[in-house]
């Protein structure tokens, strides 16, 4: 059972464009939901979290959006840089725990 | 400020051996997770420690285990390898157990043959 279903699997954008990343989510226990890039080679570096009690979260050219009643959080991406091409994980987890449900990923192109 | 370190970056098996991976975490973290990152599975949760004491494990079968030292390092163990153990290993320390910044190593490769 897949507990988080992320899309798509591959998003290809132009440079200067907004590249748009979903995430939906079953167990409604889950309180922290971060976002994670990873580049060929590396580990995955956390990028933006944000928690339930609020339903956005903006660092700089990137915005987390939250909807708790449909169970859905997406990663936008502004004025996407080549340097930006990577793959993009969302995870969930839980209080108390450091266990993180992640989706299966997102691979980025930002052509330029 | 070091980040989290794990040994050996990379590592070649025999099917039915047994292998050790390593990871320092950041200094003054206190929680480690271990995952095995496949390209048909993604992202999966292996075990947590916390204080020496392991507080959540996934849906591996026995043959992975785990441990954490008295200054917060983790070594897991795979015994009897499988090819399909082959995978990419990756040890997250955090401060806490509280939902707080998990920072990735590079991972260790494991390649089974």
């Known amino acids: 059972q897949q507990q988080v279903k992320q899309s798509p699997q591959s998003l290809i954008v132009q440079k200067g464009g907004i590249s748009i990343i979903n995430c939906a989510y079953e167990?409604?226990?889950?309180?922290?939901f971060p976002w994670y890039q990873q580049f060929p080679g590396k580990g995955p570096a956390l990028l933006i979290a944000i928690r339930p009690d609020v339903s956005e979260k903006k660092e700089g050219r990137f915005t987390i959006s939250f909807n708790k009643s449909a169970k859905q959080f997406s990663l936008h991406i502004m004025d996407s840089q080549p340097g930006d091409s990577a793959t993009y994980f969302c995870?969930?987890?839980?209080?108390?725990?450091?266990?993180?449900?992640f989706g299966k990923g997102t691979k980025l192109t930002v052509n330029p | 400020k070091a980040g989290v370190t794990q040994t050996p970056r990379y590592l070649i098996k025999t099917r039915g051996q047994q292998v050790t991976l390593s990871c320092s975490p950041i200094?003054?973290?206190?929680?480690v997770s271990w995952y095995q990152q496949t390209p048909g599975q993604g992202l999966q949760f292996l075990f947590e420690y916390f204080s020496e004491t392991q507080r959540n494990k996934g849906n591996f079968p026995g043959r992975f285990s785990g441990r954490q030292f008295s200054n917060s390092r983790s070594e897991m163990n795979v015994s009897t390898l499988e090819l399909g153990d082959s995978a990419l290993y990756l040890c997250?320390?955090?401060?806490?157990?509280?939902?707080?910044?998990?920072?990735f190593g590079q991972g260790t490769r494991l390649t089974v043959v």
């Open positions: 200094s003054g973290h206190r929680s």
């Open positions: 167990n409604t226990a889950f309180d922290y």
């Open positions: 995870a969930v987890t839980q209080g108390g725990s450091e266990k993180l449900v």
């Open positions: 997250a320390s955090s401060l806490t157990t509280l939902n707080t910044e998990a920072f």
